[in-house]
């Protein structure tokens, strides 16, 4: 209840216009664009492979040491937390954040190309336009002697990324010294005019068939791991799932075998199950543990008379929490109403899969924003972000949505 009646009674000051404090530091975003992008450009030329930030993430707390904040450090996950200065009031507890890792391997080629306002990179757009953010946002409230009510954290989180399973942000909420601290999360990720209020969920598994092998011919009428899988993906490609809230399943890898004149002994598949709705994701993953265990026991059935040995392993890969967004929450109607006062209009909010899925879980008010400007390619090869003409209402965004939830000293 704490949580939530802080936050409204700041809504009033988003509805309002920028207050004067806070226009010098609107105006020095804008003016200083160009050095946002220096930023943003190198930074993403610190390779940042999953589970493998460290780099990045000592280059970061320099940065951010010298843009004023203190009490730098990183935790035991790998996170960079460091605070604003200022604030003696420990309420609220403001976490403004943007994640280090990237998608792609180490040893990518990660040099960013430049041609106007468009700039190609891996990385680019997620997550090195929302890193700029916060350091461009750090850079006027430091020039501006920014003094805010309570506490605002910056935080650099590791591990938002695939198999990172938003390792990072979940330690600082479930294992950090800010644990049940929390008042308010945001996170700027990837770019342009949107505002994310729920969280998209996911559970994702390594499924494993396994027998005993042998020589395609010779041991022929023995039930075969390939072919049990094989009945698995069917089965799961027939669920019948609703289109809202949107709810999906896939089967993103497939490996095993050693020969094609081989029984396998062993195959395994990736799924990925998701879905705005926990109770529609609940009721996904039982109706894909059935699909499992009923391809197991068809592909037995198949050979009654074989004695070999087929098993099934479902392993956790990776669980992400879902939460329904919704425009009437408090910290969704401030986003919206922040990103109006710098000229930006955010319609609705939606549901993604982000380092807000955790504090969302929790209860706690967070949302997820663009950085401005406009992305393409994400994960891909080919990844852009192009700043347009008003790329640096992103970072003006960020800082008057911080700044509203924090309040401002008075």
Known sequence: MHRLLSLSLLLPLAAQEVPPTLKPV?????ADNAWTLEQQTSICEIPAPPFKETVRGVEYAKRLKSLGLVDIRTDAEGNVISRWPGSTVPKPLIVFSAHLDTVFPEGSDVKVKRS?????GLGIGDDCRGLAVLLATARAF?????????????????GEEGQGDLRGVRYLFEKGEYV??????ISVDGAGARATSGGVGSNRYK???RGRGGHSYGAFGMPNPAHAMGRAMARIADIQVPKSPKTTFNV??????????SVPIEVSMEVDLRS????ELKALDERFRAALQGALEAEKARWPESKALLELDVKSIGIRPATEASDAKPMAKTAMQTAKAVGLTVFSTGSGSTDSNVPLSLGIPSITIGGGGAARGAHSLD???????????GPQWAALLVATLAGLAK
């Open 180 to 185: 049940g601290k929390v008042d308010a999360f």
């Open 207 to 209: 499924i494993t068939y």
């Open 252 to 261: 993103g890898t497939v490996t095993g075998g050693t020969s094609v004149n």
């Open 26 to 30: 609107l105006d020095m975003i804008q």
């Open 383 to 393: 990844e852009a972000y192009d700043d347009r003409a008003d790329g640096y209402k």
């Open 116 to 120: 106007g306002t468009l700039m190609t």
């Open 142 to 158: 430091q020039k501006h002697n920014i003094k805010f009510a309570g506490t605002v954290l910056f935080v650099a989180t590791v």
């Open 276 to 279: 705005e709705s926990p109770l």
